[in-house]
């Protein structure tokens, strides 16, 4: 009798280890809480400043080549659930000069989408502000530009 309950036991230890694993948390850390974000934040908008006063003076290939590296910038910026207010500056910043420099070149379509973009975001910001607010009113003049542009 007792190799019967050693057997019983044994087994019940071995079905036990066959059950469902215990659940796995799966929450992410938040990434605007990890350095590399605002530091990557303050170099978005450092670049956009100097491809902002290159595109004023008349600089626009280089310009544009700012704005063509600060894209990789962005888009891990925008890898967050819950970008700050800071990177969607930057984020926006920079889709707004892209879209400049596209209308600069005809290219109204692409313009307009990365206009829309920036209506979209700065709509969609909570909670407003006077300065989101701004934004939005920027982004909105930027797509009306856009659209008559395209009408013409």
Not at 23 to 51: C, F, G, H, I, Q
Not at 89 to 108: K, T, V, W
Request: overall charge positive.
């Amino acid at each position: 009798m007792n190799r019967a309950v050693i057997l019983l036991f044994a087994a019940a230890l071995w079905l036990t280890g066959c059950g469902p694993a215990a659940p796995v948390s799966t929450a992410k850390a938040d990434p605007t809480t990890e350095a590399w974000y605002s530091e990557t934040t303050a170099r978005l908008t450092t670049m956009m400043r100097a491809a902002e006063q290159l595109f004023q003076n008349g600089k626009t290939q280089e310009a544009a080549a700012i704005v063509t590296s600060g894209q990789s910038l962005q888009n891990r910026l925008l890898t967050a659930p819950r970008p700050t207010l800071a990177a969607m500056e930057a984020i926006a910043d920079l889709d707004r000069l892209y879209g400049q420099l596209l209308m600069a070149n005809g290219s109204y379509g692409s313009a307009r989408m990365l206009f829309q973009n920036n209506v979209t975001r700065w709509k969609t910001w909570k909670p407003q502000t006077p300065e989101t607010e701004e934004r939005l009113k920027q982004a909105n003049a930027d797509l009306a530009a856009c659209d008559r542009h395209m009408g013409a």
